[in-house]
């Protein structure tokens, strides 16, 4: 009888020790060693047999390889078809990860339903609630369709032979963390079992050209629970944010193998489940004040969607030694750099100034084409003055003041025009190439003490 060894896995990385370390080498975490037991080297894995039993692949020249555009099936909800790159894709495996209660289930829920009243087949696999607990969210949120497979199962080679009985059309695995294999001693939601299972996943898709969704509990950091190599096996990984005390979701893409890695889709969390948006900039814009110092409006392009989002800054005397620098929905490191250069080019005396910057609406902006808009909401709060409620600013603020030109500024423009905006602040640069639209006027500027004089009067 061959003898089964322990071995201990670090549950964020997945390093293997044979004895038992507080701090893991691999990723420097502590505490996450845990012990598990390995399978005897004699004793073929399930995915071995399946592999050795499978025909084995040719070389093909890549001039006879024939490309067809993947077929799509549209989710019922277009912000999620947006965030996937169009629809589903057959075949694919989708990760969706997010805080506990932030409504994975909810949304895969919903979009169950709506893939099922267009006549396909969808099994709903749950680890971690009952038929009857997912019946009772499904009345609340009228998901009852006939088409809609209910399987409250962990053991996955149980749910293979459903998904051979029944022959869905999607399948949906929530969680990943609670399934597990029965050939392997570790236990679910381990390194080993999240990693097995997601293979298996994965074979079972490409296979039976079965598209699937396996949802994902992430850690305290925001990171998916499990190792790192699970983002890397699936073909796209959506995260879905948001605070638990507000109403609004954000489905961020990271990682799509079919489309743009920049795509956000936005929901509402209502009595009746999740509710898309449609206009997101008219959400971040509905409770904008004015006539208050220290807020403006920029226009930031998500994927290829242009959104209009307000940035609010508080500058204020600090009381301390050290002042303090806060950004929520920005990078801090790029708030200071900006902060660096008013000081240096604009003759802002901020040494002694605590700064708080925050974007409205829960959004986090990445792009360099929100300086400008820092800036001058910098600018505004220090000053107490007060910029034109019908301005929009777009730019990018180098380190010796110039602000530079950015991309896709006709979309940009076009947004700022739709929502009643009569005048836009933009690199010089972009004026080239391009006829503003009538309705909206465009003013070009070179550096920010140009924007200071246009928006702030000198």
């Given amino acids: 009888m061959a003898k089964y060894k322990s071995k201990f896995v670090c549950q964020d990385c997945g390093y293997e020790s044979p004895k038992w370390m507080g701090k893991c080498p691999g990723c420097g975490q502590w505490n996450t060693m845990v012990e598990e037991v390995a399978a005897p080297a004699s004793a073929p894995s399930h995915a071995a047999l399946a592999h050795l039993q499978s025909e084995p692949a040719r070389v093909t020249r890549i001039t006879e390889i024939d490309t067809v555009e993947e077929a799509r099936t549209h989710s019922g909800y277009g912000e999620f078809d947006r965030v996937l790159g169009g629809g589903i894709v057959g075949g694919s495996l989708v990760l969706v990860g997010g805080d506990p209660g932030i409504g994975k289930s909810t949304l895969l829920l919903q979009t169950s339903n709506a893939i099922a009243t267009q006549g396909r087949r969808v099994l709903y696999v749950s680890g971690e609630e009952s038929a009857k607990q997912i019946k009772l969210r499904a009345d609340r949120l009228g998901s009852l369709s006939e ?95 948001g605070e638990r005390h507000h109403t609004y979701r954000i489905l961020r893409g990271v990682k799509n193998r079919f489309g743009s890695t920049n795509e956000i889709g936005i929901f509402e969390m209502r009595e009746k489940g999740l509710e898309e948006v449609v206009n997101p900039s008219e959400l971040f814009l509905s409770e904008r004040p004015h006539g208050v110092a220290g807020s403006c409006v920029i226009a930031s392009m998500e994927g290829t969607r242009p959104v209009l989002v307000e940035i609010q800054a508080l500058v204020t005397p600090s009381s301390y030694g050290t002042p303090r620098r806060m950004a929520t929905g920005l990078d801090h490191n790029r708030v200071s750099l900006i902060m660096a250069v008013l000081e240096k080019r604009m003759g802002l005396y901020l040494q002694s100034q605590d700064a708080y910057v925050n974007v409205a609406g829960g959004v986090r902006l990445d792009e360099p084409a929100v300086d400008l808009g820092i800036a001058l909401a910098l600018a505004s709060s220090f000053r107490e003055q007060t910029m034109p409620p019908t301005d929009v600013y777009i730019g990018e603020v180098g380190l010796t003041g110039e602000v530079r030109g950015v991309s896709r500024i006709e979309q940009r423009v076009r947004e700022a025009m739709k929502l009643g905006f009569t005048r836009v602040i933009l690199p010089t640069k972009n004026l080239r190439g391009w006829q503003p639209p009538a309705g909206v006027k465009v003013i070009g500027v070179e550096t920010v003490q140009e924007a200071f004089q246009v928006a702030l009067g000198g």
């Fill in 147 to 241: 088409n809609l497979l209910i399987l409250p199962e962990t053991d996955l080679e149980r749910v293979e032979s459903h998904i051979k009985t029944h022959n869905p059309d999607f399948l949906i695995i929530d969680s990943i963390q609670t399934v597990y294999r029965p050939g392997l001693q570790s236990a679910p939601g381990s390194v080993g079992q999240v990693r097995e299972c997601t293979a298996f996943l994965l074979r079972i898709a490409k296979t039976l050209n079965l598209a699937t969704f396996i949802v994902g509990h992430v850690t305290k950091e925001g990171a998916i629970a499990g190792p790192r190599m699970l983002e890397h096996m699936v073909d796209a990984v959506l995260y879905f944010e």
